[in-house]
């Protein structure tokens, strides 16, 4: 059987058009970064079922974290759906750096107390 160059661009050119056409993109929920007002949230775990809540101002530097207890697990509450696209920053007494970003729960290793701590938000590229 002999093809030419001509019967395998038609060939490949009728698959082509048969095609399905493609889903139709995904648009995510618009980011929003005027942060003016709006306040990130998190829960920082601890031994012995022992947590604690905060919430700061986005794009507000915390010098001083009052959580008396080592952290050994963060959870950032913001829920990436509603767009908001929050990221938060932990630094630990002993040198960590915890980086926590939309509805994530991240380890703190090793577990450590936490002195201060950074919200921004952060609109993704599309």
């Not at 929003?32 to 986005?58: D, F, K, M, W």
């Not at 974290?65 to 002993?94: A, C, H, M, R």
Request: proline share 10%.
């Amino acid at each position: 059987m002999k093809f030419t160059t001509a019967s395998i661009l038609a060939l490949l050119t009728a698959f082509a058009h048969s095609a399905p056409a493609p889903a139709p993109d995904y648009q995510p929920p618009a980011c929003n970064p005027n942060p003016h007002g709006r306040y990130c949230s998190a829960t920082l775990y601890g031994a012995a079922g022992v947590e604690q809540t905060i919430s700061y101002e986005i794009n507000f530097q915390v010098d001083y974290l009052d959580v008396p207890f080592s952290v050994s697990k963060i959870q950032n509450l913001d829920d990436p759906s509603t767009g908001n696209y929050e990221y938060w920053t932990f630094y630990g007494i002993d040198g960590s750096v915890t980086n926590v970003g939309p509805g994530q729960t991240v380890d703190v290793g090793p577990p450590q107390v936490q002195t201060r701590a950074y919200c921004q938000i952060q609109c993704p590229a599309y």
